[in-house]
């Protein structure tokens, strides 16, 4: 199974950070949201998006190279919105694509599954088991 490299590993941290940054609440590096893609993207469901993620992340950083002459990991919060903006804004379908992807599995690693993201947005941990699965409600009446 393919693996993002140790570079673009990085690349994906940063841009995940620049996604959901910490604010009032836990961001991307508090929530583990680079681990989750990185993984989710050896999983058979999304198996075929490693050559879209591969491609974007290289992309990512060629832009960040030409337009400052850094890494995106190295640019500065502004300098990576930036860079961010640049690349949802180029016509390239695939690059659109990427970043259209990159944000929704930046939010699905944040709130889909049992973490300080949960806890952020005030899901009742009462209400799952040990692992991590929703309690069976039996006593709600159906209509």
């Known amino acids: ?8 590993r990085r690349f994906l941290a940063a841009a995940a950070e620049r996604i959901l940054p910490l604010g009032d609440g836990p961001g ?3 929530t583990g949201v680079a681990n989750y893609v990185a993984t989710a993207l050896g999983e058979e469901r999304l198996r075929g998006w490693f050559p879209l993620f591969s491609l974007g992340l290289d992309r990512l950083e060629a832009i960040t190279r ?3 002459g850094i890494g995106f990991a190295e640019a500065g919060p502004e300098q990576q ?3 961010l903006r640049r690349l949802q804004d180029l016509p390239e379908p695939p690059l659109r694509h990427f970043f259209a992807q990159l944000v929704r599995l930046c939010a699905e690693g944040f709130a889909g599954a049992p973490g300080p993201g949960w806890d952020y947005l005030g899901y009742p941990p009462e209400e799952t088991e040990g692992d991590g699965c929703l309690v069976q409600i039996s006593d709600c009446a159906t209509p």
């Open 81 to 83: 919105d930036d860079v």
């Open 1 to 8: 199974m393919p693996e993002l490299t140790g570079l673009q």
């Open 66 to 68: 030409e337009a400052l």
């Open 28 to 30: 991307a590096a508090e």
